[in-house]
């Protein structure tokens, strides 16, 4: 399925940018479609629990898919640190949709940041889950997401 739709672009988040953490506010007028799977990816929290990356691997990713208005997209690139810190690409989704994501560029440095312990693999591919489980996911923030029907 194409990644445009009526002037919009799919995107899939599946850290900060998910809805109600830190970093949602940057999506701008999103338009939420479902909850969704990336496979062949792995996941790599920072073990502070700032963010987490997504790198090309065997795992899968759990995240949101959005609806973004295509100018928006630039400004996106730019908060994600496009093309040093991150890269764009599209990515077919478990559920069929194809999307952009944000996943990780330099394959060597987040290995490096993983050898020094400033990140570590998490195979349950879900940021929400890891943050509950390291008890930095506010309980404000698990209303919020149950609200919307959000795990």
């Not at 997504?54 to 928006?72: N, Q, W």
Request: charged share 30%; proline share 4%.
């Amino acid at each position: 399925m194409s990644i445009e739709h009526s002037g919009r672009v799919k995107v899939f988040v599946y850290g900060t940018l998910r809805y109600a953490l830190s970093n949602y506010h940057v999506l701008k007028d999103p338009v939420f479609v479902r909850e969704d799977y990336a496979s062949g990816l792995d996941l790599y929290p920072r073990t502070d629990g700032c963010y987490p990356f997504a790198i090309e691997g065997e795992g899968r990713v759990k995240g949101e898919l959005y609806l973004l208005k295509s100018e928006d997209i630039p400004a996106l690139d730019d908060f994600e640190g496009v093309p040093n810190h991150y890269i764009r690409k599209e990515k077919q989704l478990e559920s069929g949709e194809s999307a952009q994501i944000y996943l990780h560029g330099d394959l060597d440095s987040l290995l490096e940041l993983e050898r020094n312990g400033y990140v570590q693999k998490f195979p349950e591919g879900d940021w929400v889950l890891y943050l509950d489980q390291k008890s930095l996911l506010y309980d404000n923030v698990k209303e919020m997401r149950r609200e919307k029907g959000l795990s």
